[in-house]
């Protein structure tokens, strides 16, 4: 007879501690802040520039119970590591010397074209924003995270399928795939897991200049997934607080395809 057991079990394994996740104010991120939240977790929400989404984002939060507080860093400047922890710190008050138990690296942008159209500021920006910024990100964090915690870092389904229009994201987001494997190693002694998530087309604002209102689009993107609809943030959330949970304990070092089943 192992029920109560199981049920004290199962309270030890509830997500406390901090959960610190990258461009939280909208989209994904903020689909992911609101599902750590719900689950037990103490979400930092990092924004870039719009405060009061992200003091959104904390208000929902903190309406359904849970703790939130929102600190902003620019990606883009290549001091990111440094600046953003030291932000982080102001914001943190007396919770700055606690570990941090899961660090999400969601932040990222788009930019469009072909390889003949790419401008190579553009390109350094993007690999900065989407690549570089989260390996100074988890190198400044590590003397903070907690043992036995996890990093999630947010790819795209672009690593898998190709697509020439986005070439440049696409090889960010090679870049961040390729950071996880090695960086799950390096940290297994620790207990600490990383895994990276490739979201498929999801309805935000990152895909609102060309999906949103556009049926045609709308239908091809439909029609090439297995499971026949756009995805939604909290689609993508449910499976990093799966990632960010006691239940994934024995999962590191992997990149899941959370994309409907889009074919190739
Ligand atoms: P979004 O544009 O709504 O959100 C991106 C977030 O990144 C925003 O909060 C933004 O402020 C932040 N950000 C951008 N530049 C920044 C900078 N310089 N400094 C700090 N923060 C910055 O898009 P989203 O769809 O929610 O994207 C979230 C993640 O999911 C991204 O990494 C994206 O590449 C990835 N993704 C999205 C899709 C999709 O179809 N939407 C598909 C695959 C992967």
């Known amino acids: ?74 990606l883009a400047e290549p001091d990111t590591g440094t600046a953003f922890w030291a932000s982080y710190d102001a914001a943190a008050g007396a919770l700055r010397d606690a570990p941090v138990r899961v660090l999400v690296n969601n932040a990222g942008v788009v930019v469009n074209g072909v390889i003949e159209e790419f401008a190579a500021e553009d390109f350094i920006r993007q ?40 070439i440049g994201y696409t090889m960010t987001k090679g870049a961040l795939e390729a950071l996880t494997l090695p960086l799950a190693q390096h940290l297994g002694p620790r207990g600490i897991t990383v895994n990276a998530v490739r979201p498929g087309t999801t309805d935000t604002d990152m895909n609102a200049d060309w999906l949103r209102g556009n049926s045609e ?28 949970s006691h239940d994934a304990r024995w999962i590191t070092g992997q990149i899941i395809d959370a994309t409907g089943g889009e074919r190739l």
């Open 1 to 74: 007879d192992t029920d109560l057991r199981d049920i004290e079990a199962l309270d030890a394994r509830k997500s406390d501690g901090i959960a610190v996740v990258t461009g939280a104010s909208r989209g994904i991120g903020a689909a992911i802040a609101g599902r750590l939240g719900a689950d037990g977790y103490t979400v930092a929400v990092h924004y870039r520039q719009d405060s009061a989404a992200a003091a959104d984002v904390v208000e929902k939060i903190t309406a359904a119970g849970g703790t939130a507080f929102s600190f902003a860093a620019d």
């Open 127 to 166: 690999q900065q924003i989407n690549a570089t910024a989260p390996f100074l990100i988890i190198k400044a964090a590590l003397p903070r995270l907690a043992n036995g915690g996890h990093v999630v870092n947010i790819s795209s389904g672009a690593t898998r399928v190709p697509i020439p229009g986005i």
């Open 217 to 244: 689009a709308m239908a091809t993107v439909v029609a090439s997934r297995a499971l026949g609809r756009v995805g939604e943030p909290a689609d993508i959330a449910d499976v990093v607080a799966f990632l960010a």
